[in-house]
């Protein structure tokens, strides 16, 4: 993977992808601006040498059009007040308006142009979008790992033909979660939470082979619990998770000529009827939920447990939320978990996500090892998967 030591930018359009796909208020203004502070480390260091910086960036789900409540002219906003400097908003990702910017704007400027997925090509990598964007730019940078997945044109189509490398943060998550699995401090604790246990079945078998112990929390724990025999009432949990659980259970803790995890499970749980920060709701000692009860969150003897084991590891990996921390009365395992994460000795890698945002919600943000800023990205890197975004900066571009 070519990095930006790789690359000479002085004097020159820098098409950089970034991810600004930040939360906004209701009167449009950034409410967390995280992804535009971990960007600043490659916009700094390009516009050091000389680079005249051009952003691209998608913003929520426009479906190929235009929706003014996802314009990225907040982002820019905040991006001017971080960096002290002039920036100017592009009405358009690509044509004669945004072209006649990127050809004219001075050497402090920053351009950012309009969100990219009002482009119907964008997510198809249209190889049209894909040469109009790269005649905004001199050489190109991807500095966005978070859609590193996704074979799109800012992502993909645009690096084979500029020359291209990663930016800061797209090289650091990619060598530190390789890092995570190739050789890890041991032992090796993976925290596993959040729904559904298809959405993370592959990071789960790989976390299976190569940790010392997963801990279960989240919705998903159901699902486990279910496999086991224990009744989990009305709590969240499909077939379809079952049978993957089952699986993985089966699996865990066995010596196969070959290393495999201890999968733990809860021991306890918050439950109620409904999930309202208004419901009546009770630890329960055990987990046997009873009907017309739901699991959501889990108790705090599960969470003791699941503390020590975090004290005591050499790495740390947590995706996913233990429960339904956005509603206060099923935070408290979330935020216990996240304490223990905060407080380990141990390498900490949080899997960014729901995970990161409980980070930031709880105030822990700055003290782990490493917050991702990919969810999806992350997982599918971790699983072992080859990220688009990240084997075009591998390939020789045409120039």
Known sequence: MRTLDDLDVSGKRVLVRVDFNVPLTGDGNVEDDGRIRAALPTLTELREHGGKLVLVSHLGRPCGRPVAALSLAPAAARLAELLGTRVTMSPEVVGEAALKLTEEMADDEIVVLENVRFEPGETENDPALAEA???LGDVYVNDAFGVAHRAHASTCGVAQLLPSAAGRLLEREVRTLTELVANPRRPLVAVIGGAKVADKIGVLDRFIEIADVILIGGAMCFSFLAAAGHAVGNSLCEAEDVEHARRLLEGAGKNNGHRTARLELPSDLVIADRLDADAEYRVLDGVEVPEGQMGLDIGPATSARYGAEIASAGTVFWNG????????PFAAGTRAIAQAVADAPGITVV???????????????HEVSYLSTGGGAALELLEGRTLPGVQALACTPAR
Request: proline share 4%; aromatic share 8%.
């Open 321 to 328: 939320p233990m429960g339904a921390f956005e509603v206060e």
């Open 351 to 365: 899997g960014g996500g729901d995970s990161g945002a409980a980070l930031r919600h709880f105030g822990l943000e």
């Open 133 to 135: 964007l790269a005649e």
